[in-house]
């Protein structure tokens, strides 16, 4: 069975940091990429970065960009998302995700393209 199980959530004022894991068992995924996604309060669900299988190229919505940094770790099939100078528009549920079948440019646009799902992992900010 696959479970993803994302760590690292909390509350945090604006400014702060903060630095999500994401453990993969039950699945090797370490030739597939992961990803990032979040789901605040009243919207959907929203891409927000995503890592090659070897970890060389990276995607990143542009509300993130220049914030946040997604990195791997293949051998610990884990996947993380370090979130620095972070804003009350950031809160939202992080979910990570797995498998993400078109590339890691193409599910920005097309969320049914994941292939497997983390619980979710709530993000608060303070302003």
């Known amino acids: 069975q696959v479970q993803l199980v994302e760590s690292g959530g909390g509350l945090v004022q604006a400014g702060g940091s903060l630095r999500l894991s994401c453990a993969a068992s039950?699945?090797?995924?370490?030739?597939?990429?992961m990803g990032w996604f979040r789901q605040a309060p009243g919207k959907e669900r929203e891409f927000v970065a995503a890592?090659?299988?070897?970890?060389?190229?990276?995607n990143y919505a542009d509300a993130v960009k220049g914030r946040f940094t997604i990195s791997r770790d293949r051998a610990k099939n884990a996947v993380y998302l370090q979130m620095n100078n972070l804003k009350p528009e950031d809160t939202a549920v992080y979910y990570c995700?797995?498998?993400?079948?078109?590339?890691?440019?193409?599910?920005?646009?097309?969320?049914?393209?994941?292939?497997?799902w983390g619980q979710g992992t709530q993000v608060t900010v303070s302003s």
């Open positions: 995700a797995a498998d993400l079948r078109g590339g890691i440019f193409d599910i920005a646009r097309d969320l049914g393209r994941v292939g497997y």
């Open positions: 039950g699945r090797n995924f370490s030739s597939y990429a």
């Open positions: 890592i090659s299988w070897s970890a060389s190229v990276s």
